[in-house]
């Protein structure tokens, strides 16, 4: 079992614009011919910050058009809020504010043998990583430019710990990173 960090970046290190906009992302490959249908049938649980959810919230007819869902998740969701948000019916979700290692447990025991999933945002995966929870990095890049938004993983983190362990291009416009984390 892995907790992962698995999302796209912009070149120069933005996971979303200023506004949480995700519109540079679309035109850069098709979902299915990349790692996620492979990836994500290995999670068995999900922490996504309060900022991805109200993205999926905002964008469910978009969301339902591309996986026939508004909420194209099975495994159970912990969302992490300081604010009441609105549920989406037929969906396993858990809203939860506080330390990120309470939680974890929590995940661990519902996702099993499985994978944990840290959906977004930067500074939620940074959370699990100050914990010492984090185990992978995930990043495909794409061929784009933010010039400024939203931190992929607004955290300083120095050589040795990370450690690169693939490099897989996707067609054209992306490129998919994978690290250990704490690794030499």
Known sequence: MKTQY??????????????DSLEWL???GDLNESSYPAFIAEVGALAMGASTYEWMLRNADMVAAE??????????TWIFTHRPLPTIEGADIRFVQ???RDVHAQMR?????????IVGGGDLAGQFHDAGLLDELIIQIGSVTLGKGKQVFPRRVLSPTLRLTTVRQMGGGMVELRYEVGGV
């Open 26 to 28: 679309f035109s850069l």
């Open 67 to 76: 996986t026939g869902s508004p909420w194209p998740y099975t495994q159970p």
């Open 6 to 19: 698995y999302t796209a970046s912009s070149i120069d290190g933005f996971i979303a614009t200023e506004d």
């Open 98 to 100: 506080g330390d990120v």
């Open 109 to 117: 025991t519902a996702a099993g043998a499985m994978n944990i999933w």
